[in-house]
C-alpha cells in the first residue's frame, strides 16, 4: 500500500516537499522515488533511491532537490524535497516502488503540485 502525502500550489522560487509511505510487504523493496507528469508530456523520472542508499536524480531537479528514505520494520518511506522550484516542476508527481529482481513497479495515486509566478 502507498500513501502520498504533499503537493499543492506553491510559488516560483519556494520549495516543496514529498512523502510516500510504503507499507505491507515492504521487505523486497528495493527502487523508491518520484517521476511526475506535466501537461501534454510522457512521466518521467524526477529521483529515486535504492535500499542502500544510492539516489539518482534527473537533470532538471539535481542540485535543488534531494531524496531520502526511512526503512522501518513496518513501513519504507521516501521524501522529496525539491528547492527554487520552478514553473516546469508543475505536474502529476507519482511515487514509484519496485521490488528486488523485479523489472516493473507499483505506481501511488499521484499528487498535483503547481507552481505559481
Known amino acids: 500500500r502507498l500513501v502520498e502525502s504533499g503537493g499543492g500550489v506553491v510559488q516560483a522560487g519556494g520549495s516543496l516537499t514529498l512523502s510516500c509511505e510504503a507499507s505491507g510487504d515492504i521487505f523486497s523493496l528495493n527502487i523508491m522515488g518520484w517521476h511526475r507528469q506535466a501537461p501534454g508530456k510522457e512521466r518521467e523520472l524526477v529521483a529515486d533511491m535504492t535500499k542502500g542508499g544510492y539516489a539518482n536524480y534527473a537533470d532538471s531537479v539535481k542540485g535543488r532537490s534531494t531524496i531520502s528514505r526511512n526503512n522501518t520494520d513496518a513501513k519504507n518511506t521516501v521524501y522529496l524535497q525539491v528547492n527554487s522550484l520552478k514553473l516546469d516542476d508543475t505536474g502529476v508527481y507519482y511515487c514509484?516502488?519496485?521490488?528486488?529482481?523485479?523489472?516493473?513497479?507499483?505506481w501511488g495515486q499521484g499528487t498535483q503540485v503547481t507552481v505559481s509566478s
Open positions: 514509484y516502488v519496485r521490488r528486488y529482481g523485479r523489472s516493473t513497479g507499483t
